[in-house]
């Protein structure tokens, strides 16, 4: 803790780009490595999930992702479960945010096609047709609507329910209606749940308590594109957020007797590297937005926004256009080859690359790796 000012103190934390990973063992090749992971009865080949945003994921975009090894999220309350005519709605969209120089009339849009009612046939339609093409199915939805929501998508047969939002709590209390109780809510349901975001190791661990199967580490913070810290004052130092919910996973572990939560880390993670350095402090996966933005299958075309840019009255976010130009499919950018040396294109060729470096065959291993701080 340091001193801020006279009886004030404030705990000095760190980001991804504050640490380094430490090689301390026998290199191995690359081919050796594993970066498989697997969340409840899930098994995932690289630790990896897309972003719930419409700036990224359609029925499309997540069976391809599904078939390269991810997970994509689709936001439950998206324009995806509002428009049947999504691509053409997006399209204005981006016409809108390529015209104005200044973010708000874009905003203003993106409001006015989020005040569209949500469809259930719509949202149904797009889980069947992932479902169909047999990969794993995931929905977002926020903690307020959790309730209203999910048994929609259960009739929908989805296999993965996340519960997110900027910051989420085991219990949500509003005077305008029923507190969302996650413990209760998560113990009625037959499928896995993901929770967050989070910060710190005490929510972490409240949410652990609940059932999750997942905690989210952060609320997908990028630089010129999530403003939750000009709005609401709350940032994320992803390094030390990551770290202190990989210790409350390590408490929850001894509390029961071996029940273990994972953690996904999303926010500040834009290259290979910083993906390494996620894992490296204890995040299972990572959640990732604008790299994947890049991908020819994103719906976004190269543009980037989170869901919290869509909020009614206190919208967290802005456009941002990511790529322009012909883009690198979501294989290439995942897999392979690069011809980027800053470490945005194989993104996990990049992790196998940093785990055989540093002497790891495997994700749970290359936790324990060594880091060292920048002074």
Same mark, same amino acid.
């Given at each position: 803790m340091v001193e801020i000012g006279m009886g004030r103190t404030a705990r000095r934390t760190y980001e991804l780009s504050d640490i380094s990973i430490v090689p301390s063992r026998r290199t191995r090749s690359s081919k050796d490595v594993s970066t498989a992971w697997q969340l409840d009865a899930y098994r995932f080949e690289i630790p990896l999930l897309a972003h719930p945003t419409d700036a990224l994921v359609s029925p499309e975009f997540a069976i391809e992702l599904g078939r390269l090894g991810g997970l994509a999220v689709l936001n439950g309350e998206g324009l995806i479960g509002r428009h049947a005519d999504v691509e053409a709605k997006i399209a204005q969209l981006l016409e809108a945010a390529a015209a104005a120089p200044e973010p708000s009339a874009a905003i203003r849009l993106l409001q006015e096609l989020h005040a569209a009612p949500l469809n259930p046939?719509? +949202?149904?339609?797009? %889980?069947?047709?992932?479902?169909?093409?047999? #990969?794993?199915t995931a929905v977002r939805v926020s903690p307020q609507n959790a309730q209203s929501l999910t048994p929609v998508l259960l009739q929908a047969g989805i296999d993965l329910l996340v519960i997110q939002?900027?910051? #989420? &709590?085991?219990?949500?209390?509003? &005077?305008?209606?029923?507190p969302l109780n996650l413990k209760t809510f998560i113990a009625e349901l037959d499928i896995p749940v993901v929770a967050g975001g989070v910060q710190d190791h005490r929510t972490a661990l409240h949410l652990m308590r609940t059932g999750a199967a997942g905690v989210i580490v952060g609320y997908g913070s990028t630089q010129g594109v999530t403003t939750t810290d000009e709005v609401l004052g709350i940032s994320v130092p992803m390094a030390t957020a990551i770290a202190d919910a990989a210790a409350a996973r390590r408490e929850y572990l001894d509390e029961?007797?071996?029940?273990? %939560?994972?953690?996904?880390?999303?926010?500040?993670?834009?290259? &290979?590297?910083? +993906?390494?350095?996620?894992?490296?402090?204890?995040?299972?996966? %990572? #959640? +990732?937005?604008?790299? +994947?933005?890049?991908?020819?299958?994103?719906l976004g075309q190269g543009w980037f926004w989170p869901a919290a840019a869509a909020h009614p009255s206190l919208p967290r976010g802005a456009l941002l256009q990511i790529a322009v130009g012909e883009r690198p499919p979501l294989e290439r950018l995942l897999n392979g080859p690069s011809d980027d040396p800053f470490g945005t294109l194989n993104l996990v060729g990049g992790l196998r690359r940093s785990m055989a470096k540093a002497g790891y065959c495997d994700l749970k291993e290359f936790q324990k790796v060594g880091l060292t701080v920048a002074t």
């Amino acid at each position: 803790m340091v001193e801020i000012g006279m009886g004030r103190t404030a705990r000095r934390t760190y980001e991804l780009s504050d640490i380094s990973i430490v090689p301390s063992r026998r290199t191995r090749s690359s081919k050796d490595v594993s970066t498989a992971w697997q969340l409840d009865a899930y098994r995932f080949e690289i630790p990896l999930l897309a972003h719930p945003t419409d700036a990224l994921v359609s029925p499309e975009f997540a069976i391809e992702l599904g078939r390269l090894g991810g997970l994509a999220v689709l936001n439950g309350e998206g324009l995806i479960g509002r428009h049947a005519d999504v691509e053409a709605k997006i399209a204005q969209l981006l016409e809108a945010a390529a015209a104005a120089p200044e973010p708000s009339a874009a905003i203003r849009l993106l409001q006015e096609l989020h005040a569209a009612p949500l469809n259930p046939e719509l +949202l149904g339609a797009a %889980v069947a047709r992932i479902r169909e093409a047999g #990969v794993i199915t995931a929905v977002r939805v926020s903690p307020q609507n959790a309730q209203s929501l999910t048994p929609v998508l259960l009739q929908a047969g989805i296999d993965l329910l996340v519960i997110q939002g900027t910051i #989420v &709590s085991a219990e949500r209390v509003a &005077s305008d209606g029923e507190p969302l109780n996650l413990k209760t809510f998560i113990a009625e349901l037959d499928i896995p749940v993901v929770a967050g975001g989070v910060q710190d190791h005490r929510t972490a661990l409240h949410l652990m308590r609940t059932g999750a199967a997942g905690v989210i580490v952060g609320y997908g913070s990028t630089q010129g594109v999530t403003t939750t810290d000009e709005v609401l004052g709350i940032s994320v130092p992803m390094a030390t957020a990551i770290a202190d919910a990989a210790a409350a996973r390590r408490e929850y572990l001894d509390e029961t007797g071996g029940r273990y %939560v994972h953690v996904l880390a999303d926010g500040d993670i834009h290259t &290979s590297g910083e +993906l390494a350095k996620a894992i490296a402090c204890g995040a299972d996966a %990572v #959640v +990732l937005g604008t790299p +994947l933005a890049e991908a020819a299958e994103a719906l976004g075309q190269g543009w980037f926004w989170p869901a919290a840019a869509a909020h009614p009255s206190l919208p967290r976010g802005a456009l941002l256009q990511i790529a322009v130009g012909e883009r690198p499919p979501l294989e290439r950018l995942l897999n392979g080859p690069s011809d980027d040396p800053f470490g945005t294109l194989n993104l996990v060729g990049g992790l196998r690359r940093s785990m055989a470096k540093a002497g790891y065959c495997d994700l749970k291993e290359f936790q324990k790796v060594g880091l060292t701080v920048a002074t």
